[in-house]
């Protein structure tokens, strides 16, 4: 079946570094991308998604960039604070009669003061 | 300020047992979605509801059950527990794209 995953485990990084968090996907006819955060002891939290006709979108500190030729998708954040430690996953909204968000299985970014 | 809340945090319940975990959101979302979190696999979606009084299996359904008698409040049911439902239960209310979440249960059966 279809499945959303991620390039690395573990991302470790220092403070006011930007921070690269990469994810690949199988399903091409997925219409949204999204990215949600989980600090430790609580839920997820939405950062940003794109849709599949955009390869870039930005917000607050982040980045999101859609690479459709290679099924891949990262997000960057800038001036990485230790507030933005945590697990980031990603997410695919595949659309069409079977709208159902499945999720990859996530990376712990870590931030060094 | 958005919320979505869940009965508990932690339960420790016995094999067998009968488990209800609820879930209440205070943002009027149509849709309301129950996963579960374990190491290793992310999150896998258990149920949905898309509208009071109707829902729809997500991808591990086998073992529970769910009741969306109100708007704001959605139930997920262990019929009898067993020790591999064993997990994170979080519960999200929103849309297929931004889902806002509760803080989880951390559910163990002994």
């Known amino acids: 079946g279809e499945s959303v995953g991620l390039h690395l485990p573990t991302l470790s990084v220092q403070e006011g570094d930007n921070s690269i968090i990469n994810c690949a996907y199988s399903n091409s006819a997925s219409d949204y991308f999204i990215w949600y955060k989980q600090e430790s002891g609580k839920g997820p939290q939405f950062i940003i998604d794109i849709r599949s006709n955009m390869d870039k979108r930005q917000g607050q500190r982040v980045t999101v960039l859609l690479n459709k030729t290679v099924k891949h998708l990262s997000l960057q954040i800038a001036a990485t604070q230790p507030g933005d430690s945590a697990v980031y996953f990603c997410a695919e909204n595949s659309g069409g009669s079977n709208y159902k968000l499945t999720f990859g299985k996530g990376t712990l970014l870590t931030v060094n003061p | 300020d958005v919320k979505v809340t869940q009965s508990s945090r932690y339960l420790v319940k016995r094999t067998g047992e009968k488990v209800f975990l609820e879930c209440v959101q205070d943002m009027d979302h149509e849709n309301m979605f129950w996963y579960r979190q374990d190491p290793g696999l992310g999150l896998r979606l258990i149920y949905f509801?898309?509208?009071?009084?109707?829902?729809e299996k997500g991808d591990i359904p086998e073992g529970y059950s769910v009741s969306r008698e109100k708007k704001e409040r959605f139930s997920l049911i262990l019929e009898s527990a067993s020790t591999n439902q064993t997990s994170m239960y979080l519960c999200?209310?929103?849309?297929?794209?931004?889902?806002?979440f509760g803080p989880g249960t951390r559910l163990t059966v002994t």
């Open positions: 999200a209310s929103g849309d297929w794209v931004e889902q806002y």
């Open positions: 509801s898309y509208d009071v009084k109707m829902k």
